[in-house]
């Protein structure tokens, strides 16, 4: 009996064995996906009218305005707009916030929206600009730090918009600012969580999607280098996601939201998810400089529920095989013996008594032979 269970607790353990070795994971295959939208200004080739940074003391040809002030400075620059159309154009200019997009991309805020931040402290010399054809004008703007104003980066732009019926058409160049004092690029991981996906294969692996979110928690408008992992089985197994994309340069106190896919996570039950961002800090030149990692995890559900039920079954079938081999063995131990048969005695009552007489005879003849006495002769 004993070794029946021993054989049934091996088929069980094998079993495992078998499940555990053969979904050894593979490597992950997709590349993460993130956060997507669509809306912005407008191009320089969908409008009639160009626009550019004046040449002046800062450099001609600019891409964008870039300066580095104290708080309570005042920074002069400009704008250039020429009209490429042939009718004449009238345009107007206001200065707005930045904000990053869920495509990634750096966009401004309406018109009617209310700035904070580089938006709120520059002005334009006009909020109007009336252009013929072919016509251009450079149009000043001053850039004023409001005093008290903490460190850090703040971006903005000035635009020039014409409204046509429900749309507004526009086209603006950025305003970045760099408010002199102690630089502090931090981002955080935060909401980290992890989804398994399972399988109908009871040996076979899963898919797991790490989620997370990027907060930029410092003074400086930062990008992240990231990396990401899922294990189960206690560490045992760890499959790395694949290449995930820089994020965009996030502004002090923006989120960025991050998915990423990772294949081929064995159902251990439990699965832990790790994520490694690298900070990356771009100066005034366009140099970019790493910062220190940053991690963040987030623990799931892996249950191998295909696997359970494999299990489960069997453990059914071994016991029922024990119980029918028990039975079987109490039948055969408790069945009765049989002993050879034997033919009894016949007696009769009348050769009990016939006997009985024969008996009581023998007896009183065998007392008188010994009471005989022998005749001797009389003196």
């Known amino acids: 009996m004993r070794s029946t ?27 993460a996906a993130q956060d997507t939208g669509s809306q912005g200004t407008a191009s320089q080739g969908t409008v009639p009218w160009a626009v550019s940074t004046a040449d002046n003391e800062f450099g001609a040809d ?31 200019v206001y200065t707005a916030d930045a904000f990053t997009r869920p495509d990634g991309q750096v966009d401004l805020l309406a018109r009617d929206k209310k700035s904070v931040g580089v938006g709120a402290w520059a002005r334009a010399a006009s909020d109007h600009l009336k252009l013929g054809p072919g016509e251009s004008a450079d149009v000043p703007f001053t850039v004023a730090v409001p005093a008290g104003t903490k460190a850090g980066d703040f971006l903005g732009g000035i635009v020039t918009s014409v ?38 294969n009871p040996f076979g692996t899963g898919d797991a999607t790490l989620s997370y979110t990027l907060h930029n928690t410092g003074n400086a408008i930062t990008a992240a280098r990231q990396s990401a992992s899922v294990s189960s089985l206690f560490g045992a197994w760890t499959i790395p996601a694949a290449a995930i994309p820089d994020s965009p340069q996030l502004l ?11 294949h081929g996570v064995v159902p251990g039950v439990r699965v832990a998810a790790d994520v490694s961002i690298t900070p990356l800090l771009t100066d ?22 295909t696997l359970l039920v ?6 059914l079938v071994v016991v029922f095989v024990v119980r029918r081999l028990r039975k079987r063995r109490a039948g055969e131990e408790g069945s009765p013996v049989e002993l050879p048969s034997e033919t009894p005695e016949t007696v009769t009552p009348d050769s009990t008594e016939s006997e009985k007489a024969e008996s009581e005879t023998t007896q009183s003849e065998t007392a008188q032979s010994e009471t005989t006495v022998p005749e001797t002769a009389v003196s």
């Open 5 to 31: 269970l021993t054989r049934a607790l091996a088929a069980v353990l094998l079993a495992a064995g078998f499940a555990a070795t053969t979904a050894m994971p593979a490597a992950a295959q997709d590349t």
């Open 252 to 262: 002090p106190g923006e989120t960025w939201h991050v998915s990423v896919p990772v």
């Open 163 to 200: 409204q046509q019926g429900t749309v507004e058409r526009r086209l603006g160049i950025r305003i970045r600012l760099r408010v002199g004092g102690d630089l502090t690029p931090a981002l955080s991981v935060e909401d980290a969580h992890v989804d398994y996906s399972g399988t109908a």
């Open 284 to 305: 005034a030149s366009g140099s970019v400089a790493p910062r220190d990692v940053v991690t963040g995890s987030a623990g799931g559900w892996a249950v191998p529920w």
């Open 62 to 92: 600019r891409v964008n305005y870039s300066y580095t002030a104290e708080a309570g400075e005042q920074v002069h620059d400009g704008l250039k707009v020429v009209n490429n159309g042939t009718a004449p154009l009238e345009l107007a």
């Open 310 to 315: 494999v299990l489960v079954l069997l453990v």
